[in-house]
């Protein structure tokens, strides 16, 4: 009799290690569930919820899911797709997300599961927020129209660099991200164009300045092929980082 | 991938280009030699290629561009009101697109920075002639103003995203656009 403990994804067995989540078994064993957030090197955030699937009859985001033996989980049906769908609609309709002028565009991953989810409109009402880019670094600019709190730059800066440059701050729809320097603009951090949090950004509001189009539209990543084809070999990679930097242990604490 | 087989009756498609740049109009010409595949399909009503001003009753309707002033707003609500299946296609029409860039920005600083404020672009004040459709304060998505039926976005959406998504239509097909035909820019 095999050890190995085992949960069912839409009817096929998933094995998994103890400590692992439903989303880290699930792309471990090649099966895509349709995520944004989540990112094999940083701790689970759980807040964009595209990775949600249903458990019985309940939903649970399964980057945060602990698997356990004898799970049911339904991933790939029609009713989570939808879902998946609807909450995709509302991050391009809460933000500007105007593709046609972004240098992101084609390696967007916003884009690219709009792409594969069949995302034809946002569908909601558009709330163009007035957001004003800071462009004071010299070598990078951060345009906050296209931000989705993904947390995943706070979660790089703080668990791989050990710098925590940007935060969120707010909450509900007056969320959005900052940059920890007493000044508010990036000039005034010590960020730097090798750090992890310049490179994760899903989609295009970390920019390296004088890149722009270098690469051109139409042999970008996701042109070549879906995010769903791609995310499988993407995923089953080692935490990059050692947990939340000193600073913010710290803070916790208090 | 081949044409319907012909219909019974030609399908009667109306076209209008409101806040757009006609890009998307130029990209359904595109569609290069299988005009001649479509054309036993569809006849015209109200657009840009035939010069009609007011749409009739037409089966299909696509409209390019968003809603950025008060002439937008009737041109669209007369093509929901003729036109069975109403089409947005394009950025513009599906998502505001770059007319909606001015969104953040109030209106009337606008028209004094182009018309007034900024020597190299005044022509001699803030434009006031009655035949000039009042700007709205907003740019919108057509979407907004009217129910919308089918969406093909893209910035234009390209001319194989336009035919696989007409074709499928006019043979009763859900349209279906899949990798590489679906984009946004």
Known sequence: ?254 | MNAPTEPTRKLRVATTSLAGCFGCHMSFLDIDERLFDLLPLIEFDRTPLTDIKHCGPCDIGIVEGGICNAENVHVLREFRANCKVLIAIGACAVTGGLPAQRNHLDLADCLQEVYVTEVSLSKGGIPNDPELPLPLDKVHPIHEVVKVDYFIPGCPPSADAIWKFLTDLIAGRTPKLGHGLISYD
């Open chain 1, 1 to 254: 009799m095999s050890d190995t403990q085992t949960f069912l994804l839409d009817g096929e067995e998933i094995p998994f290690a103890p400590g692992q989540t439903v989303i880290q078994a699930a792309l471990a064993a090649g099966h895509y569930i349709p995520h944004l957030c989540y990112h094999p090197e940083f701790k689970p955030h759980g807040s964009c919820k595209v990775c949600t699937v249903k458990v019985g009859n309940r939903t649970a985001a399964s980057c945060t899911l602990p698997a356990q033996a004898g799970l049911e989980v339904e991933s790939a049906s029609d009713e989570m797709n939808d879902l998946r769908r609807t909450l995709v609609q509302m991050l391009f309709a809460e933000g500007n997300h105007f593709c046609p002028s972004c240098e992101k565009s084609g390696n967007c991953a916003l884009q690219a599961l709009g792409y594969d989810l069949g995302v034809m409109t946002a569908g909601f009402r558009h709330l163009f927020p007035d957001r004003p880019v800071d462009a004071s670094h010299p070598d990078l600019l951060l345009d906050f129209n296209r931000c989705i709190l993904c947390e995943l730059c706070v979660r790089a800066s703080c668990e791989v660099d050990g710098k925590c440059v940007f935060a969120l701050s707010g909450r509900g729809i007056d969320k959005h991200l900052i940059v920890n320097a007493p000044s508010g603009r990036l000039e005034d951090t010590d960020v730097a164009l090798t750090d992890k949090a310049v490179q994760v950004c899903p989609v295009g509001v970390i920019l390296k300045k004088r890149v722009g189009f270098a690469q051109p539209i139409g042999a970008r990543r996701y042109d070549a092929s879906p995010i769903s084809a791609q995310a499988l070999a993407d995923a089953p990679r080692a935490p990059a980082g050692d947990g939340r930097c000193a600073a913010c242990e710290e803070a916790e604490e208090k």
